[in-house]
C-alpha cells in the first residue's frame, strides 16, 4: 500500500545515476522558479508562497512518492480552484483547505482507490483541462499589458468586459516586454534544449527593465521583497464549523490533484518504461499538501512539464526531484531578493505558454470530432469550467458522462423471442422445433441492470396464452444487478401464477450465479431450473412437460 520508490531506486544506485539526477535536478529547479512564482500570484496569493509549496511538496512528493521521477509542486491546474478559495474563504481559508485535502488525499491512498481515479473519462479530462487553460490565459491580460486597473474581476465574461474598459491604460513598455517574453520562451527550443526559455526570458527582460528602468510593474513593486527564509509552521485550527464549510473546496483540491498526479506518473511510465505505485503516491500527495500547508503554501501535485522536463535531462530516479528542492531553496535563501526585480510582464508571458501547452487544442478538437457523447460531456465540461465553476464541472461531467454510459449500455442490451429455425445473435442456429410443445424460449442479450431491466420486463408482458415452460437463455448476459434480479424476481412470480415454470439457461457467468444465489432468487427458481448449458435447459423443460 505504502512504499515509496525511492526505497527501491537506491538499491543499485551509482555514480553515473547520481550524476544525471543532479543535473537534471538543477536544471528542474532553474525551470520550477518563475513558475512556482507565477503560479501563486496568479492564485491571488503572494510569490513566496509559491516557493515554499515548491519546496517542500516537491521535496515530499520525490522522497515518499510513487514514481520514479514525478516532480511535484504548484500547478497552473490549480490556479482557478485557489483563486476562488481565497476570494470567499481567504488565505486562511486556503491553507485549512488545503490541509483538509491532505487529510483526504491520505485517506484515498489508504483506501486504494488510486487505480480507479484512472478510470475517468477521457473528454472530462481534456474538457476541464482546456477550460483552466482558457481561465489562465483570461486572467494574464492586466499583467501581460500593464493595464492601469484594479483586482481582475473572478467572472470570465467581467474579466473581458474590465479589459474592454481599461484598453486604453495600457503600459507599452511592459506589453513589449510581455510579448517578447512569449517569443523567447516559443523559439528558445529551436536554438537549445538544455538551458530553459523561461529562464533566458527572465534574465533578459529583468536586466533591460531594470538597467532602462522602464516604468513597469514589477515583483517588488506589487508585493515587496520575497523573504529568504522560511516561517514557522503553524497547524490550522479546525472545528466543525470549519471542516464542514470548506469540505467541497477541499475536495476540490483533493480531487483534481489526484487526477493531476497520477495522470503525470502515468506519461512519466510511458517516457521512461516505469510503473509507477498509485496509492503510494496518493498518500505522498496528501502529506506534500499537509506540509506545504504548514508552512502557509497552496495546493500541490505531479506537474508534467517540469517531470518531462527532468526525464529529458536524465533524471531517473526521486534523487532529482529532491535535488530541484534543494536548488529551489538556495536559490530562495541567497538569490531570492533579486526575483523581486521581474517584471509582472513576464511573469503573465510565462503564464500565457503555460496555458498554450494546457490546452491541448489538439487532443481538443480531436475528441470534438469522436461520438456525439463524448462532444458532449468535454463541451459541457468545458463550458461550465469557465463560465460557471471548476467544481460544478468535474461534479456535472462525470454525472454526464456516467448517464451517456448507461444510455450506450442499455442500447446494447435486448431481449429476443426465438422461434423455429431462428438464429440467435447469428452464431448458431437453434433446433427450437425439437423442443417439446408448450415451452418458449426467449434470450437476454447483454447486461441486465436497471438501465436495461426494463425491457426484459415489457418483453415478458407482451407473452399473451403464456407456455407450460419458459426458457430465459442468458449466455451473454455478463452482468446483473439488484433491478435485474427484482426484475426475474417478478416475472418468476407472475408466470408461476399463470401455471408456467420459469427455466434459467446458459447461467454460467460466475457474477451472474453469485448474485441469483446471494438473493436466493435460484432456492424460490428452484436448482433444477438453473443450468448452465442450453442441452440441460431442454432436458429439464422435458422433465416438467412430463411431470405436469
Known amino acids: 500500500m505504502f512504499r515509496p520508490k525511492i526505497i527501491d531506486t537506491l538499491k543499485n544506485y551509482n555514480k553515473d545515476l547520481f550524476a544525471k539526477d543532479l543535473v537534471a535536478g538543477i536544471i528542474v529547479g532553474i525551470v520550477a522558479l518563475p513558475l512556482a512564482i507565477a503560479f501563486a500570484i496568479a492564485s491571488g496569493v503572494s510569490p513566496e508562497k509559491g516557493l515554499f509549496t515548491a519546496i517542500i511538496a516537491g521535496f515530499i512528493i520525490a522522497a515518499l512518492g510513487g514514481s520514479r521521477v514525478q516532480i511535484g509542486g504548484p500547478t497552473g491546474a490549480f490556479i482557478v480552484i485557489v483563486y476562488g478559495i481565497v476570494q470567499q474563504f481567504g488565505v486562511n481559508g486556503l491553507i485549512i483547505a488545503t490541509f483538509m485535502a491532505g487529510i483526504l488525499l491520505i485517506a484515498m491512498g489508504l483506501a486504494k482507490v488510486g487505480s480507479a481515479i484512472q478510470y475517468i473519462p477521457y473528454p472530462l479530462i481534456v474538457g476541464f483541462t482546456t477550460g483552466i487553460a482558457v481561465i ?32 486604453s491604460t495600457i503600459n507599452v513598455p511592459a506589453m513589449v516586454i510581455g510579448l517578447s517574453t512569449i517569443v523567447i520562451v516559443f523559439l528558445w527550443p529551436r536554438v537549445t534544449h538544455k538551458i530553459p526559455g523561461s529562464l533566458i526570458a527572465i534574465l533578459g527582460t529583468t536586466a533591460v527593465a531594470y538597467f532602462l528602468k522602464l516604468p513597469v510593474e514589477t515583483i517588488g513593486s506589487r508585493f515587496g521583497a520575497i523573504p529568504s527564509s522560511f516561517p514557522r509552521p503553524i497547524v490550522p485550527e ?32 510511458g517516457m521512461i518504461g516505469g510503473n509507477h505505485r498509485s496509492n503510494t503516491e496518493l498518500i505522498a500527495q496528501g502529506l506534500a499538501n499537509i506540509g506545504s ?9 505531479g506537474a508534467i512539464a517540469r517531470t518531462a522536463t527532468n526525464i529529458k535531462n536524465g533524471g531517473r530516479t526521486p534523487v532529482a526531484g529532491i535535488t530541484h528542492a534543494i536548488t529551489l531553496l538556495i536559490i530562495m535563501l541567497f538569490v531570492g531578493k533579486w526575483a523581486a526585480l521581474i517584471p509582472m510582464a513576464t511573469l503573465g508571458g510565462i503564464l500565457i505558454i503555460v496555458a498554450y501547452n494546457m490546452s491541448e487544442w489538439e487532443n481538443f478538437v ?16 468545458f463550458l461550465l469550467t469557465v463560465f460557471v465553476d471548476l467544481t460544478v464541472a468535474i461534479e456535472f461531467g462525470i454525472v454526464l458522462a456516467a448517464f451517456l454510459f448507461i444510455q450506450k449500455m442499455m442500447k446494447s442490451s435486448s431481449v429476443q423471442h426465438l422461434t423455429v429455425n431462428e438464429e440467435a445473435n447469428g452464431e448458431d442456429t437453434l433446433e427450437i422445433n425439437t423442443l417439446p410443445a408448450g415451452v418458449d424460449l426467449y434470450e437476454i442479450n447483454g447486461p441486465l441492470f436497471f438501465g436495461a431491466a426494463y425491457k426484459f420486463k415489457e418483453a415478458m408482458k407482451v407473452i399473451e396464452n403464456p407456455a407450460k415452460v419458459l426458457i430465459i437463455r442468458m449466455r451473454f448476459v455478463p452482468i446483473i444487478d439488484a433491478t435485474g434480479i427484482q426484475t426475474l424476481r417478478e416475472v418468476h412470480k407472475e408466470i408461476k401464477n399463470k401455471g408456467t415454470k420459469l427455466i434459467l439457461a446458459e447461467v454460467s457467468n460466475e457474477q451472474v450465479l453469485n448474485e441469483l444465489i446471494k438473493a436466493r432468487l435460484m432456492f424460490q427458481i428452484g436448482k433444477a431450473n438453473i443450468t448452465d448449458t442450453y442441452e440441460k435447459a431442454v432436458k429439464r423443460s422435458r422433465e416438467v412437460i412430463e411431470e405436469g
Open 293 to 301: 500547508a504548514l508552512f502557509g503554501g497552496i495546493p500541490a501535485t
Open 136 to 167: 489562465i490565459f483570461s486572467s494574464q491580460m492586466k499583467d501581460l499589458f500593464g493595464l492601469r486597473m484594479g483586482a481582475v474581476p473572478a467572472d470570465f465574461i467581467d474579466k473581458w468586459r474590465s479589459y474592454s474598459h481599461y484598453l
Open 238 to 269: 479546525l472545528s466543525f464549523s470549519v471542516i464542514s464549510g470548506l469540505m467541497r473546496p477541499a475536495i476540490t483540491i483533493a480531487l483534481l490533484g489526484s487526477i493531476e498526479s497520477l495522470l503525470c506518473a502515468v506519461v512519466a511510465d
Open 366 to 381: 480531436s475528441v470534438l470530432k469522436g461520438s456525439r457523447s463524448d462532444a458532449a460531456v468535454l463541451l459541457v465540461t
